[in-house]
Every structure is written in C-alpha cells, then in structure tokens.
C-alpha cells in the first residue's frame, strides 16, 4: 500500500490515510461498523467525523474499513457515533479476550456440571451468569450423582462390617455374618448414610420449589450454623 500515507497506531489496529479518505486496519471484524444505505455510522476520529463506505477481508485475516469525511454539508443524523480512540480499541479487545475465554471455558463446565451442581448456590448462580451453566440443571444431576454415592455407601458399609466382624469372629463372610454385625454395629453403620440421605432430600426440595440457583452439598448445614451463631449472638 504505497499509496498510503501518514500511517499511525490505535492500540493494535493501524490508520492509513488515503487521500481524502482513511483507511482503517484491524484484526478484528467490529459488527457495529456498519455500511449504511440510509442512516449511516459516525466515526469520530481527531475531532473528525467519517463514515464507513466499505469493508474488506485480506488473506491475513485483518479487516480493513474504508472511510470517507462527514462533511457538515451533509445534514444527515448518523445511526450512532464512535469515539474511535485508544480506549474504544481497549475496551474491544477486552470484551473479545471474555467472549473468546468464555467460550472455550464453556465445553468443560458444561462436561463438569455435575460437579458444579455440589458447589454453593451463590457460586452456581455466577457461572450461570457468566458462562450460561444452568444452576438448577447442574444441580439435578449432582442430585443423582449423590443418590448413586448413597447406594454405593450403603453396600460398602455393608460388605466392610460383614468383612470387621467376621475377622472378629475367626469366620468365613457369609449372610448370617453380615446381618449379625449390621445389628451390632447399626448405629455406626446408619451414620454416614443417613446424613447423605438427608442431604439429598434437602437439595431435592430446594429444586422441587424451583429456586433458581437450588442448594449445594450439605449448603443447609452451614446455613443451619450461621443461623444459630447470629440468633446468639
């Protein structure tokens, strides 16, 4: 582009003047730099105000905006006026460096939501805000990954104290075996389970009432306890 002359840096992208026209390079293609037909975009540039006649796409992926003076004689009321200055070409690439993080962050929240379903009901709303996870579907399938671990508890539990009492006992592991230390042992046995299982039946009626961000892993316990420090305090 020899014919370019007075070139000069906004952030990373680069004026060319051209003429009586500018010519505007960018890496990024900026959806309100729009060609109009009718009401046309203001581009405030050094006290200047241009409009967009023309938009090109290289080979190196950069975008280049041709644009032409606003003259006053034209007595026409733009679409919308951008102050074109290094700040405009910030705060761009800072909403391009979110878009682009969010949107590869996305795919493993969205494969990991089971996970975030434990989190509490404040975090999960965040993520929902800001990368689209949906708080209450997350939350279900926790649910049903917590029913899981409870089954998987109980039958440990149950193998484990048949296999302490038998060795107690000198014994092979058999039902009599198992039952007999179910019995002995129930209380510690009933424990883990249980508080697992209420656990459950607290976060399934928060999504039964339909809160928009339902509650986390044992969220009840801690909001029981903050309860009970602020009534005394």
Not at 110 to 118: P, T
Request: hydrophobic fraction near 45%; include cysteine; charged fraction near 25%.
């Amino acid at each position: 582009m020899d014919d370019c002359a007075y070139p000069r840096n906004v952030g990373r992208d680069v004026i060319l003047r051209k003429g009586e026209q500018l010519v505007v390079c960018s890496k990024m293609d900026m959806d309100e730099w729009e060609v109009g037909d009718m009401r046309k975009t203001a581009i405030y540039i050094n006290d200047e105000y241009w409009f967009i006649i023309g938009k090109q796409f290289s080979s190196t992926g950069e975008v280049r905006y041709l644009l032409d003076p606003w003259h006053d004689a034209m007595r026409e009321i733009p679409r919308r006026v951008i102050r074109y200055d290094e700040n405009y070409v910030s705060a761009r690439d800072e909403v391009e460096k979110a878009r682009r993080l969010e949107s590869s962050i996305y795919p493993i929240l969205h494969i990991l939501r089971g996970l975030i379903g434990f989190l509490p009901s404040g975090v999960k709303g965040k993520i929902e805000d800001k990368f689209g996870v949906s708080a209450r579907g997350a939350t279900i399938i926790s649910i049903f990954i917590e029913l899981l671990l409870f089954f998987v508890l109980c039958v440990w539990l149950i193998y484990a104290f048949g296999v302490f009492y038998a060795s107690q006992q000198g014994r092979f592991i058999y039902a009599a075996a198992v039952i007999e230390a179910l019995y002995k042992y129930i209380p510690a046995f009933l424990l883990p389970p249980l508080i697992l299982l209420i656990d459950i039946a607290m976060r399934y009626g928060s999504y039964l009432r339909e809160e928009v961000n339902p509650l986390g892993a044992f969220e009840w316990v801690w909001a029981w306890i903050w309860r009970r420090l602020v009534n005394r305090y």
